[in-house]
């Protein structure tokens, strides 16, 4: 009984950043709003998405073949410019989100919407593993009807898969805020980081182990 206790405690204390079990619903002029689009860049497209703690998240995209680049950030609240600390209060209505910016012509956006589902519980509320609050559920934001149209068609497939409903918010996109700098990269600049080696790395390398054939070559 003691050792139950003991991992129990170690699991907590390995959270991501500070943990919030506060229920923050999304407000209505959020869920309701018009979505917007984000125009391409030299050839790229952007997507966003939220599933508990962004250095995981992080790390599943950028080991996709076609995505060039993924920044953590927040993004489905209330409030403008926030922060790490005031985002884990879990009242500010933002989640740990990130941008993946991708090549459409390598990977498209339903295999993102794919990815996002089969990389985490789908059926966990208000969080992810150890991380728990408002400020780590799953959110899947559409800029468009057509991206709107396939995150439903990927969820009802998923959803046969599971007993639980899933969680998952599908939202309109309206903003999303970039992550203070030590952020960006975590799981790749901090390797030894217990969170990293026990939570961040086991489901990067459950991802691998499910979508191995959009894998980079380098993928590490």
Not at 43 to 72: N, T
Not at 175 to 192: G, S, T
Request: glycine letters at 6%.
């Amino acid at each position: 009984m003691k050792l139950l206790f003991i991992n129990f405690v170690s699991l907590v204390l390995l959270a991501c950043g500070n943990q919030n079990t506060q229920q923050t619903v999304t407000k209505p002029e959020i869920a309701n709003a018009t979505p917007v689009e984000v125009e391409m860049q030299d050839g790229m497209k952007k997507a966003y998405f939220a599933s508990g703690c962004f250095w995981c998240v992080e790390a599943i995209y950028e080991s996709i073949e076609g995505v060039d680049e993924v920044i953590s950030g927040y993004s489905g609240g209330h409030t403008k410019n926030p922060t790490y600390e005031e985002s884990n209060t879990g009242r500010t209505g933002h989640a740990e989100a990130v941008e993946v910016i991708y090549d459409p012509e390598v990977v498209d956006f339903r295999t993102l919407v794919q990815v996002f589902f089969g990389s985490q519980n789908p059926t966990q509320v208000n969080g992810q593993g150890p991380d728990n609050g408002s400020q780590y559920r799953s959110i899947i934001f559409f800029q468009t009807e057509e991206q709107k149209n396939i995150i439903n068609e990927v969820k009802t497939e998923v959803a046969k898969n599971y007993q639980k409903p899933l969680a998952a918010e599908i939202l309109p996109f309206q903003k999303f805020w970039v992550a203070e700098d030590y952020h960006q990269n975590y799981e790749k600049n901090n390797p030894q980081n217990p969170y990293i080696q026990n939570v961040s790395i086991p489901r990067l390398n459950r991802f691998k182990e499910k979508f191995p054939n959009i894998l980079k070559e380098n993928a590490h």
